[in-house]
């Protein structure tokens, strides 16, 4: 079955605590990118990957770290959490063609408190 | 710069009622445009896209959406809602080149009662 999935589904953590979440999909998709949904506003992108070791800024990376070491993972590092960071995470996929849309496949999301 | 626009934050209808929701967006081209659904608790599931072609689009779940470049608007209809379709709706905007991001509007919660 094409999935994305993310661990943990729920973390409470404290300021300051290292923490990642971990995003891995089996479709074999090149993009990967990470959101975060917050209520009034949406879904925003925090970071994106169009390939493997290649990865850039979305519109909201401060506080906030990627990696893509292999295509099928994409881990979310929170090096310092803060409070502002409590939210809800997804991760998303897709074929990334470029210049072609392809349907992005979510996560089933994580959420995150940071006390 | 991309944008979306979903100028209803809460709409209610009641059952077997028609439903549209609002999308408009800002693009320098003819853009993708997706509607995805959130059901409470869940992630997110793609309903219907348009990339090119007939601007009527049919989705899953009996929902369809108009792409009217006039408007830069793509609305999502439903000629008769059911109580399990109260969730929230949120309207994406693709680039077609470069990284091929998504840009997400705010969203609409529906609230479907008897």
């Known amino acids: 079955e094409a999935q994305v999935t993310q661990n943990p589904r729920y973390l409470i953590t404290v300021t300051g605590k290292k923490l990642t979440v971990t995003c891995s999909q089996n479709m074999n998709h090149e993009y990967m990118s990470w959101y975060r949904q917050d209520p009034g506003l949406g879904l925003r992108q925090i970071y994106y990957s169009m390939n493997v070791e290649v990865t850039d800024k979305g519109d909201v990376p401060e506080g906030y770290k990627v990696s893509r070491k292999e295509k099928r993972n994409f881990p979310l590092i929170l090096e310092s959490p803060s409070p502002n960071q409590t939210s809800l995470y997804f991760c998303a996929s897709h074929r990334g063609r470029r210049g072609f849309t392809d349907t992005q496949y979510f996560g089933p999301g994580t959420r995150l408190t940071v006390l | ?114």
């Open chain 2, 1 to 114: 710069a991309q944008s979306v626009t979903q100028p209803d934050i809460h709409i209610t209808v009641s059952e077997g009622a028609s439903l549209e929701l609002r999308c408009n967006y800002s693009y320098g081209a003819t853009p993708y445009l997706f509607w995805y659904v959130q059901s409470p608790g869940q992630g997110l599931q793609l309903l219907l896209k348009y990339f090119s072609g007939d601007t009527l689009v049919q989705g899953i779940k009996g929902f369809e959406a108009e792409f009217k470049r006039s408007q830069s608007s793509f609305n999502l209809r439903k000629p008769s809602v059911h109580w399990s379709d109260a969730a929230e709706y949120f309207c994406a905007v693709g680039e077609r080149t470069g990284a091929n991001n998504l840009f997400f509007g705010t969203g609409t919660r529906l609230t479907v009662i008897p």
